[in-house]
């Protein structure tokens, strides 16, 4: 499975960034087997108890128990992606993100055991 969040630049209009205010979002992978989790530029310090220098780093994540989710404080206006995949499913693998605790993408794809499947996900932080 693989989780991807990228961020983009603010609109230059008034925003919570303005105000200092960030939005809630999670990440959330379901289904019936292991998965990968990526998640590339979110920083490190966010999802571990040591506190590293100097920009964002990727999160990549092997055979998480599923049901999965994280949750994590980003600045209004980032652009969401994640994919979800497992190597030998039982039957789905799924993936959603929700903002502010409002559901803004999901899939689930279904298959017979043996194949790899991927879900993905995308949506956007409002401005």
Same mark, same amino acid.
């Given at each position: +499975?693989?989780?991807?969040?990228?961020?983009? =630049?603010?609109?230059? !209009?008034?925003?919570?960034?303005?105000?200092?205010? +960030?939005?809630?979002?999670?990440?959330?992978?379901?289904?019936?087997?292991?998965?990968?989790?990526?998640?590339? *530029?979110?920083? %490190?310090?966010?999802?571990?108890?040591?506190?590293? %220098?100097?920009?964002?780093?990727?999160?990549?994540?092997?055979?998480?128990?599923?049901?999965?989710?994280?949750?994590?404080?980003?600045? /209004? !206006?980032? %652009?969401? =992606?994640?994919? @979800?995949?497992?190597?030998?499913?039982?039957?789905?693998? !799924?993936?959603?993100?929700?903002?502010?605790? $409002?559901?803004?993408?999901?899939?689930?794809?279904?298959? $017979? /055991?043996? =194949?790899?499947?991927? @879900? *993905?996900?995308?949506?956007?932080? /409002?401005?």
């Amino acid at each position: +499975m693989v989780a991807l969040l990228a961020g983009c =630049s603010d609109d230059g !209009g008034t925003s919570k960034a303005d105000g200092g205010g +960030m939005v809630t979002v999670e990440f959330k992978v379901t289904g019936d087997s292991p998965a990968s989790v990526y998640i590339p *530029g979110i920083n %490190s310090s966010l999802y571990t108890d040591t506190k590293k %220098s100097g920009g964002d780093a990727d999160l990549d994540l092997e055979n998480v128990k599923t049901p999965w989710s994280k949750k994590f404080k980003v600045k /209004p !206006g980032r %652009s969401l =992606s994640l994919q @979800a995949g497992s190597v030998d499913p039982k039957k789905e693998i !799924g993936c959603q993100i929700f903002v502010d605790g $409002k559901l803004k993408d999901e899939e689930t794809k279904k298959n $017979k /055991p043996g =194949s790899t499947l991927t @879900a *993905g996900c995308s949506g956007t932080t /409002p401005v």
